[in-house]
DNA sequence: CGCGGCTTTGATGTTCATCAAGTAAAGTGG
DNA sequence: CCACTTTACTTGATGAACATCAAAGCCGCG
């Protein structure tokens, strides 16, 4: 982890009409004061479950996955976000502990903002507050929406979910580096490695994928969504 | 679906509290002109997906359920809410449709807000915008919650984990009547009715559990907890 | 009384986890 | 830089968990 003391302003930042475009100056600046930007190596981890929660988060550049580890020490991935997801402004406001952890897959560049300031800002600023609710109902109803999906799928269908993923969400591109393991490909589609690597290779027997190591080429994109969508 | 007119006061509301205790007497009036009490029947659907969200609902007694069909017809219950639940807060402000439904298991009193009013009071009232976030995220906690337990658990593990939370949660009793079928049961734990039905034969025949139709009563509520945590 | 939905049990096949074993790749210390 | 260790990847064999299909009893309701 390295603080990075050449910190770019908000006002260039892409991403920040998402949440903040309707804060004035004297707001914006308070944010702005109260944040700092901070790079990770990969494979670092952020955030570790059980960590009181003190800051809002958002992702700039690089991957990060969130996950849980049960009883017997198996980790289990809830979601991967990418740039531009504020990857805990859901649990951020409950005065209490991160219940994920959080580690980087990619080198990363996050934005880390006092959580208080935040908390400031929703009180004064009414139209703040309302963006906050509107951000944190969209990121709940994408979690709904992808447990009711696995809910019907088996695991062709969900490894087809994972990759369309990846080559829509994050890479947009059909050939693209896995940025996870198989074995963290398992874990996010609740299978284990053994299967999840058998699936892959059956669809690069059948030529709908082409896999060379972590790189993945998607050769039947229209294919690939008949899978996630019908099985 | 009757509409009341007797309606009861919020100040003798055990759950006003619960969201609405850092209004002012002006606030809370605005709240009360707002709201109208329904009464639903046993079986009744108050909301159907896609259906525009324009109101704050909440209940004060019966039982609900929150669920999706898929596009085979197939129904899959996401969760069971109870009285002091607030069903659908967590995709309220997306300015949106639902993306479940909800349907009673029973018959079901519930307060319904106008969302411009609660809108307007989360701008005005920074006390109370914070209360909302605060609640939001305590919602979304319980559903990854749940979800990390699911996908840890077998057949087993996820019908104890029902049992349990009708006699804890909801009950408060070791002895109940099941409220749904025993296929919403499947629903719920993304099983199938029969093998559904068949575990909790095992239970039966196990001792742990003694059923007669809807009648549920635990026996072994300790090894229930067992099988619940380890599988 | 007959129909439809709920419940139950059994038989059978599919899907997936587990165990085992081997290769390849990547990190580690001398 | 090379030997060594660890981790990742892959395939096969086997059994457990679960879905599907079928059939029959039960119960409430028009």
Aim: aromatic share 10%; proline share 1%; net charge neutral.
């Amino acid at each position: 982890m390295k603080i990075k003391n050449d910190i770019i302003s908000c006002k260039t930042c892409v991403y920040r009409t998402l949440l903040f475009g309707c804060l004035d100056d004297i707001e914006y600046k308070m944010i702005n004061n109260a944040r700092r930007e901070v790079l990770f190596h990969k494979g670092e981890k952020i955030k570790s479950e059980f960590e009181k929660i003190n800051s809002f988060l958002y992702l700039r550049r690089g991957l990060v996955k969130l996950y849980k580890t049960d009883h017997t020490g198996k980790d289990h991935i809830l979601s991967i976000n990418k740039p531009g997801d504020f990857i805990n402004l859901l649990c951020i406001f409950t005065n209490e502990t991160y219940n994920y952890s959080i580690s980087t897959l990619e080198e990363t560049l996050a934005c880390e903002v006092d959580i208080n300031v935040l908390e400031h800002l929703i009180k004064a600023n009414g139209d703040f507050a309302i963006s906050i609710v509107h951000r944190m109902g969209h990121i709940a109803g994408e979690i709904i929406e992808s447990r009711f999906e696995q809910s019907q799928q088996q695991i062709k269908g969900r490894i087809a979910s994972i990759l369309l993923f990846f080559a829509d969400q994050v890479y947009h591109r059909k050939t693209f580096e896995l940025p996870i393991t198989r074995r963290e490909f398992g874990e996010l589609i609740s299978m284990t490695t053994e299967n999840t690597i058998r699936t892959l290779s059956d669809f690069n027997n059948d030529g709908i994928i082409a896999t060379k190591g972590k790189t993945i080429n998607i050769l039947d994109y229209d294919f690939l969504w008949k899978i996630k969508v019908n099985g």
